[in-house]
C-alpha cells in the first residue's frame, strides 16, 4: 500500500485547509487511518484517527473541535479538514494506515505512512 498525502499550504490564522490521503495498491477498506504531524525541533505527534468504516473518530486535543478526519472507502481516500488554523498548527502532516478488522481507532501501530505535506499557519 502506498499513501499520497496532498493539500497543504500557506494559510493566515484563523484560516482553513483540507488534507487528502490516497490510497494505492493493495488497498481495502480494512484499514484504519490516521494523521500525524511533526513540527520543526519536536517528536511527530498524534493528530487523529478513524476507523475502517468511518464509525469511530479520535483527535488529540490540541484539534479537537477544529479539525475532522473522514473518508471515503470507495475512492480509497482519507481527509483532514483544518479550520481555525494557528501558528502553533504549522508542521508536516503524515497520514498513515494500519490493516485491521476490528471496530477501532489507534494512535500507534501504524502500519503504512505518506511522504507528508507541509502546513504552514502564518499569524
Known amino acids: 500500500v502506498q499513501l499520497q498525502a496532498s493539500g497543504g499550504g500557506l494559510v493566515q490564522a484563523g484560516g482553513s485547509l483540507r488534507l487528502s490521503c490516497a490510497g494505492t495498491?493493495?488497498?481495502?477498506?480494512?484499514?484504519?487511518m490516521g494523521w500525524f504531524r511533526q513540527a520543526p525541533g519536536k517528536e511527530r505527534a498524534f493528530v487523529a484517527a478513524?476507523?475502517?468504516?468511518?464509525?469511530?473518530?479520535d483527535y488529540a486535543d490540541s484539534v479537537k473541535g477544529r479539525f475532522t478526519i473522514s473518508r471515503d472507502n470507495a475512492k480509497n481516500t482519507a481527509y483532514l479538514e483544518m479550520s481555525s488554523l494557528k501558528p502553533e498548527d504549522t508542521a508536516v502532516y503524515y497520514c498513515?494506515?494500519?490493516?485491521?478488522?476490528?471496530?477501532?481507532?489507534?494512535?500507534?501501530?501504524?502500519?503504512?505512512w505518506g511522504q507528508g505535506t507541509q502546513v504552514t499557519v502564518s499569524s
Open positions: 498513515a494506515a494500519k490493516l485491521t478488522r476490528v471496530e477501532r481507532t489507534t494512535r500507534d501501530e501504524y502500519d503504512y
Open positions: 478513524i476507523s475502517w468504516s468511518g464509525r469511530s473518530t
Open positions: 495498491g493493495r488497498t481495502s477498506s480494512w484499514y484504519a
